[in-house]
């Protein structure tokens, strides 16, 4: 089974500023994906952003970008110009589907 | 996008019924539905992982005679919690997994959850 470790769990930032989460994994794959979701307070997971292992490039989805560093099994999620509605949990998880333990995101106005 | 419903949306039972709880994919074929639980504040926690007519594979901990899952379909998956009791009492969340071959990639929906409470 893979396991995916966050170690903060609360973060906050001011609007418009950039936030980064961080996420460490471990597998045995070789090729997998691994993906950021959020869960707002109605409890309805959304799907952040995915990024595979083989693809060096790191995956981009609108203001959310993740820093992804395969031999270090790093996974972040960057949050730029942050907006009041960012805020929620946001899990990472790996490609079996197992979440790490959350962070809690708060956006001061 | 692809919708996975859930039903219901929130139970009470009594201590030693049974709950059954349905996962459906509404516009998609699943190849594979996981089943989480989750305690407030705190991570999804997965229970078990189900295939089409195959036996659920359930993680280490979690009682297979206790959440029976039924994927009877590659629609409908069900998750019965068997003689619950109140520490059963959790919010239980399904995802259903599908593959697009347009693109090449798996892609993953959940459902907005059951609260269930045992009293």
């Known amino acids: 089974a893979q396991t995916v470790t966050q170690s903060q769990p609360e973060m906050s930032v001011q609007e418009a500023e950039t936030v980064t989460l961080s996420c460490t994994y471990d597998t045995s794959e070789s090729d997998y994906y691994l993906f950021w979701y959020k869960q707002p307070p109605s409890r309805q997971m959304i799907l952040v952003i995915r990024q595979e292992a083989y693809k060096q490039q790191n995956a981009t989805e609108n203001r959310f970008s993740v820093n992804f560093q395969k031999a270090a099994k790093s996974f972040s999620l960057k949050i730029s110009d942050s907006q009041l509605g960012d805020a929620a949990m946001y899990f990472c998880a790996s490609n079996d589907m197992r979440f790490g333990a959350g962070t809690r995101l708060t956006v001061k106005p | 996008g692809a919708v996975v419903s859930q039903h219901p949306s929130r139970v009470i039972c009594k201590s030693g019924t049974s709950v059954k709880i349905e996962c459906r994919s509404l516009?998609?074929?699943?190849?594979?539905m996981f089943w989480y639980r989750q305690f407030p504040k705190q991570s999804l926690m997965l229970m078990a992982t189900s295939n089409e007519g195959s036996k659920a594979t359930y993680e280490q901990g979690v009682e297979k005679d206790k959440f029976l899952i039924n994927h009877a379909s590659l629609t409908l998956s069900t998750l019965t919690v068997t003689s619950a009791h109140p520490e059963d009492s959790s919010f239980y969340i399904c995802?259903?997994?599908?593959?697009?071959?347009?693109?090449?990639?798996?892609?993953?929906?959940f459902g907005p959850g059951t609260r269930l409470t045992v009293l």
């Open positions: 995802s259903a997994r599908v593959f697009w071959t347009s693109g090449g990639y798996n892609e993953q929906f």
């Open positions: 516009d998609f074929q699943a190849t594979t």
